[in-house]
């Protein structure tokens, strides 16, 4: 494999961090967006997928988000009879957002981004190297 296809495939693997970085970023930004109305639901957690799609030119598998999708898990309640979305017992259903698990998540995926971006580095300072051999 050369250090160009190696640079694409390191390439579709940040897109695939970031675009994972940005719903767990909305997850955080929504742990407390409750319903406005009785009976409607709070903001549910978001959840991304990744599949394996093999780049035939680059005879390589690429990761790619393969689909957004919901945390199906149930609300916690919260006892707030003031709420406009609370139902006739006082209780509002809140978000399923764990900010502990989301910060986890994010960690994580910055860490397979950065892994990502160091061997786009090295092999584009291997190809500098390279060239510059071929200059001499």
């Known amino acids: 494999m050369d250090l160009i296809n190696a640079i694409k495939i390191s390439a579709s693997g940040m897109k695939a961090q970031g675009t994972r970085l940005r719903v767990i970023s909305e997850n955080i930004a929504n742990t ?28 390589a598998d690429l990761v790619k988000v393969s689909r957004i999708g919901f945390d199906n898990s149930e609300f916690s309640k919260r006892f707030d009879p003031t709420h406009p979305a609370a139902d006739a017992e006082g209780y509002v259903l809140t978000p399923n957002v764990n900010g502990l698990i989301e910060m986890m998540d994010m960690r994580e995926a910055q860490r397979s981004y950065d892994a ?21």
Do not use: C, H, W
């Open 32 to 59: 407390n967006s409750l319903a406005e109305t009785p009976g409607g639901e709070p903001y549910r957690r978001k959840l991304v997928t990744f599949q394996n799609v093999l780049d035939r030119e680059l005879r």
């Open 116 to 136: 990502n971006l160091n061997l786009v580095e090295a092999s584009k300072r291997m190809i500098e190297r390279t060239i510059d051999l071929m200059r001499d």
